[in-house]
Nanobody, 124 residues
């Protein structure tokens, strides 16, 4: 069974940091681009960040650029996002996903596998 499982969500004060992890199982994702998305209550799921198969290229939403960093460890079949300088507007359920391609993509329809999500809440 192919799975992506996110870890590391929680409650943090504004200005704080969290590191989310996403572990894959059931198949290797080392040749797939990986992404992070988020969905706040009443809003559509939105792109946060993505990284290509090798980790040499990344892309970020403007809203998180300079604060979030995506990375991956293909040996561990795991992708991470380091989130610094968190703001209340970053509050959402965060999802990791594996793309259908090896290069960076931002559209949700470009992703084949999704995790179940982890809640991130930033208090003001």
């Amino acid at each position: 069974q192919v799975q992506l499982v996110e870890f590391g969500g929680g409650l943090v004060q504004a200005g704080g940091s969290l590191r989310l992890s996403c572990a894959g199982s059931g198949r290797s994702f080392s040749r797939d681009a990986m992404g992070w998305f988020r969905q706040a209550p009443g809003k559509e799921r939105e792109f946060v960040a993505a990284i290509n198969w090798s980790g040499s290229m990344a892309s970020y939403a403007d809203s998180v650029k300079g604060r979030f960093t995506i990375s991956r460890d293909n040996a561990k079949n795991t992708v991470y996002v380091q989130m610094n300088s968190l703001k209340p507007e970053d509050t959402a359920v965060y999802y990791c996903a594996a793309a259908k391609r090896s290069f960076v993509v931002a559209g949700t329809d470009e992703y084949a596998y999704w995790g179940q999500g982890t809640q991130v809440t930033v208090s003001s």
